[in-house]
């Protein structure tokens, strides 16, 4: 049983580098998100992909932050010129669609130097 | 603007202590709400979907149950291994987006 795999699970970078992380979801699931969690914080939504349209984008977190699920399987999250305050858990999950639970990866933790 | 607040923000409870945490919410259009257990340093696991008022889901020692403006997770003599971070997040409006709690940490002590 193959549930959803981010990859790396740690990444170390300075400050101003670029980073990109990547999501597998589940096989059948045709719904990928993104969430970003700080400590002591719940899971922050940022977007979501239906196969390959990305449906909802206005709330990442600026313009430095873009994701792509270029053929409606695996995707990807990078951020530009990274900043001190981008260092946080970012969650990869996907589900069925509509109201079908989220099933969630165990996150890329992101530390800039 | 939806809005999600747990409590309490954290527990401790010793071995076989009854208790519940409690997720009020105000959305618009409640489309579902998930509880969700997230242990240090992994994603959250899924537990529980409830849909509407009256509602009420069990899994071993949880039992949740939803009423329009909140939703309990009762835990009943629960053992070290609940030990975990407990997340609430209702999904309303037409894109079925939950909003996160910040959660409840809850600690069992042996």
């Known amino acids: 049983d193959t549930g959803v795999s981010q990859d790396p699970r740690h990444k170390i970078t300075k400050r101003g580098q670029n980073v990109t992380f990547r999501c597998d979801p589940i096989?059948?699931?045709?719904?990928l998100y993104w969430y970003r969690q700080t400590l002591g914080q719940g899971p922050e939504f940022l977007t979501y992909?239906?196969?390959?349209?990305?449906?909802?984008k206005s709330r990442l977190l600026s313009d430095r932050f873009s994701a792509e699920r270029p053929k409606g399987s695996f995707s990807t999250l990078e951020i530009q010129r990274t900043e001190q305050g981008d260092s946080a858990m970012y969650l990869c999950?996907?589900?069925?669609?509509?109201?079908?639970?989220?099933?969630f990866g165990d996150g890329t933790r992101l530390s800039i130097l | 603007e939806d809005q999600v607040t747990q409590s309490p923000e954290a527990l401790r409870l010793q071995e076989g202590e009854s208790s519940s945490l409690n997720c009020s919410y105000t959305?618009?259009?409640?489309?579902?709400l998930f509880w969700y257990r997230q242990d240090p340093g992994k994603g959250p696991e899924f537990l529980f979907t409830?849909?509407?008022a009256g509602e009420e889901k069990e899994k071993e020692r949880l039992k949740a149950t939803l009423t329009k403006k909140e939703s309990f997770l009762h835990i009943t003599a629960p053992k070290p291994e609940d030990s975990a971070t407990y997340l609430c997040?209702?999904?309303?409006?037409?894109?079925?987006?939950?909003?996160f709690g910040r959660g409840t940490s809850l600690i069992v002590h042996p």
């Open positions: 999950a996907s589900s069925g669609g509509g109201n079908q639970p989220q099933h």
């Open positions: 096989s059948e699931h045709n719904r």
């Open positions: 992909f239906q196969n390959e349209a990305q449906l909802e």
């Open positions: 959305v618009s259009g409640l489309r579902g």
């Open positions: 409830l849909y509407s």
């Open positions: 997040a209702p999904s309303s409006g037409g894109s079925y987006i939950p909003t």
